[in-house]
């Protein structure tokens, strides 16, 4: 039968506590006590051991969380597309600000014109509807009610 060793020896701890408190990284403590890096990061866990206070979680969790509007609900966009289709004419679209690839922006639209690889290609470069990829023209293109949506508005 085979004895299983145990990876956490006492004296395996007291070299993980040294070379954390030395500022070792987790990848540099796993290479000295003869473990994975994942083992390191675990043990260290356990044991509450962290490089930052509460405090500086706290501050980095709120940071980050102001980063990134959060993704439009289902509803939320259905009442985008609603605006859209009250707002737009059934005007022909007229694309007067073509661009290339290069130029392209959030402040242009992103409605491709022709064929990739064709020598006209290029994109329909209007100004977009706020927060969206296109303009009101090829919103109501790309963005068109289905028989469920209809139902639903009728």
């Known amino acids: 039968m085979i004895a299983l060793q145990a990876t956490w020896t006492p004296e395996r701890v007291e070299q993980l506590k040294s070379y954390f408190a030395a500022g070792l990284s ?10 994975s890096r994942n083992a390191v990061i675990g043990k260290l866990s356990r044991l509450n051991l962290t490089r930052t206070t509460p405090e ?5 969790r709120k940071k980050s969380a102001g980063r990134a509007a959060p993704a439009p609900t289902t509803k939320q966009q259905f009442r985008m597309l609603q605006e859209v289709y009250e707002q737009a004419d059934d005007a022909p679209i007229v694309s007067t600000n073509n661009c290339s690839l290069f130029e392209l922006s959030e402040q242009r639209c992103r409605w491709p014109i022709s064929t990739p690889g064709a020598e006209d290609f290029c994109f329909c470069g209007n100004t977009p509807l706020g927060g969206m990829p296109y303009c009101s023209g090829h919103y109501r293109l790309a963005y068109q009610v289905g028989s469920r949506q209809r139902a639903m508005r009728g």
């Open 26 to 35: 987790c990848r540099d403590i796993a290479v000295n006590i003869g473990v």
């Open 56 to 60: 500086e979680r706290r501050a980095r």
